[in-house]
């Protein structure tokens, strides 16, 4: 079956420019997370959906990032006013009820701010 | 705060040579999980372990969760080209409840000749 789409794939923004990230997760799976991953590291929390209601944003960098879900399904992250240290890959996730755990990601849209 | 990490960081082997990664948690952790993320790609979901001490197989692949639910290893019996990529370890966060927040170790790149 399908797994979890995003996008763009890629995105060039320039300084102070705001960007949307798309993610349509698996059909089916309640739970729906956001990672920033920087080369060489591993992801790194971002925030965490079930269905429609966001559950935790504790790890959003700072007050530009925002993210909904308002159906319960496609999810966006947005960026405003975009910096170079924004520069990353965006993943998004989605995972089973009760297997919060095997998360299934997609590919990722790499954001580079220039 | 809650700190996963992995050594060595890289790691080069000739086809045929085997290889391991180990992951320590700075807190006990509930479970642990290990996805592979090959080069260009998006980390893909290989394992969960839950018991202490426990050991799950996979093929040529080995995976041990320590007796004090602080550690973790991967082992790769007889590597092939295909076992490329980085090899992550991710444990919940222990603040965070059961939500499927989890802390990613900064990964095991594995590179190996033929």
């Known amino acids: 079956g399908a797994g979890v789409s995003q996008s763009p794939r890629y995105k060039v923004a320039k300084r102070g420019q705001d960007v949307a990230l798309r993610c349509d997760p698996i059909?089916?799976?309640?739970?729906l997370f956001w990672y920033q991953q920087a080369l060489g590291q591993g992801p790194e929390f971002l925030t965490y959906f079930q269905n429609e209601a966001q559950l935790d944003k504790s790890g959003l960098p700072s007050d530009r990032f925002f993210a909904e879900r308002p159906e319960g399904s496609v999810s966006t992250l947005k960026i405003q006013r975009t910096q170079q240290e924004d520069s990353a890959v965006y993943l998004c996730?989605?995972?089973?009820?009760?297997?919060?755990?095997?998360?299934?990601f997609g590919p990722g849209t790499r954001l580079t701010v220039t | 705060g809650q700190q996963v990490m992995q050594i060595p960081q890289y790691q080069h082997v000739q086809e045929g040579e085997d290889f391991t990664t180990y992951c320590n948690s700075s807190?006990?952790?509930?479970?642990i999980q290990w996805y592979k993320q090959r080069p260009g790609g998006h980390p893909v979901f290989l394992i969960q372990l839950v018991k202490s001490g426990e050991v799950k197989k996979q093929k040529r692949l080995t995976f041990q969760f320590g007796e004090a639910k602080k550690n973790s290893s991967l082992h790769i019996t007889a590597t092939q080209t295909t076992d490329v990529g980085t090899y992550f370890c991710?444990?919940?966060?222990?603040?965070?409840?059961?939500?499927?927040?989890?802390?990613f170790g900064q990964g095991t790149t594995l590179q190996v000749k033929p």
């Open positions: 059909s089916g799976h309640v739970s």
């Open positions: 807190t006990t952790l509930s479970n």
């Open positions: 991710a444990g919940p966060d222990m603040y965070s409840g059961n939500t499927g927040k989890l802390i």
């Open positions: 996730a989605s995972s089973l009820p009760g297997s919060y755990y095997e998360q299934y």
